[in-house]
């Protein structure tokens, strides 16, 4: 979910008048959250700047970008120094971290360690590329090359690479990490970006396709396993094609085992950090379009808040979405990523709890 969240200085001391009378009625647990990219925080002065600039503003919590694929390697460490100049000032901060989406649609990571070169198996597929990659050997070069230029030709299907949730391997690697960032900094809560399918039509990869064939073996009769099995020695998709429903509901659970996989990689390592996600914020148009079963992620309390994505740039639309959320959200905090001009955020700010 790739938003705009460039805020600089001058934007942020305007927000100082704008705040300060919402702030006053409000109770003392309130989050007000900022979101930054890592471009934002890449020397020891442009943090100190930043933080004071946002914590004048009247925000009280960072999401500091923890995964970023085009920053420099050095041996400043962002992260820590935010956290660190943060806490000073009282202001709490949170790691935002890419879950499925490894890479942006533009052009591939540098680094030859990434992901998308070490493990090409585990990206999505999408059911319009996978016929033609299924034909194509997976850790050949030409394999990446077709799934990235079809990505870049189709933003509107697809805002990156991501990889599957279906593939236990990829799963283990995602929730490594998370536990890794969790373990490594005094974050005071995690919040999971990108859980979620870019599309209903992802993912079609070869592997998640045999992952959801072996599932369904132990549940089908005899006659029916081989009635698809004979189907399937012409048609690969088979089983996805004979079993639509099913096919659903394998993806749609595997992204609700991988978000109660990465809480409870969290809690393991910082039991008091709070957990959150961005969803999409009609839960029917999130299963429908992204797998996204969020309620069902609440209902089982693998979030502490929640991040809905919003109409931008509506005051009065955004206002009447939240208090929608709030009841979804059974008593849990709804923050919303600040995107929307400053006068239209003072009319929304702080209307959940």
């Avoid at 859980?195 to 992802?202: E, G, K, L, M, S």
Wanted: glycine share 4%; charged share 20%; net charge negative.
């Amino acid at each position: 979910m790739r938003r705009p969240l460039l805020f600089i200085a001058p934007i942020l001391c305007a927000l100082v008048s704008i705040l300060s009378p919402l702030q006053a009625a409000e109770p003392a647990d309130t989050v007000r959250p900022l979101w930054v990219r890592r471009a934002n925080v890449e020397s020891e002065e442009a943090i100190r700047r930043f933080v004071t600039s946002a914590s004048n503003a009247g925000f009280n919590t960072l999401f500091i970008q923890a995964l970023d694929d085009d920053a420099t390697v050095t041996q400043f460490d962002p992260i820590a120094e935010t956290i660190a100049q943060a806490h000073t000032v009282g202001m709490r901060v949170h790691a935002w971290i890419d879950i499925a989406r490894v890479t942006s649609p533009g052009e591939l990571p540098f680094a030859r360690t990434h992901v998308v070169y070490q493990h090409p198996e585990w990206l999505m597929v999408p059911r319009a590329l996978a016929a033609e990659l299924l034909t194509i050997d997976v850790h050949s070069p030409d394999y990446l090359g077709r799934l990235a230029r079809w990505t870049r030709a189709n933003t509107d299907r697809a805002d990156g690479l991501y990889v599957s949730p279906t593939q236990s391997d990829a799963a283990a690697y995602v929730a490594e990490i998370v536990r890794a960032l969790a373990a490594r900094y005094a974050f005071d809560g995690v919040y999971f970006d990108h859980a979620q399918y870019p599309a209903a039509d992802f993912d079609y990869s070869g592997r998640s396709i045999a992952a959801f064939r072996d599932a369904m073996r132990t549940q089908l009769t005899l006659a029916e396993r081989q009635r698809i099995d004979s189907a399937e020695a012409i048609d690969p998709f088979a089983y996805p094609n004979e079993l639509p429903e099913q096919w659903r509901l394998f993806r749609q659970s595997q992204l609700t085992a991988l978000v109660a996989r990465l809480r409870s990689a969290v809690k393991a390592v910082r039991p008091e950090a709070i957990v959150s996600a961005a969803i999409t914020f009609d839960p029917a148009i999130a299963e429908r379009d992204h797998l996204q079963d969020w309620r069902t992620w609440v209902d089982n309390g693998f979030l502490d808040a929640l991040c809905p994505i919003v109409a931008a740039g509506d005051a009065a639309k955004v206002a009447a979405q939240l208090s929608e959320m709030a009841a979804f959200a059974a008593g849990r905090p709804v923050w919303v990523p600040v995107t929307t001009p400053p006068a239209g955020f003072a009319r929304i700010a702080n209307r959940v709890p």
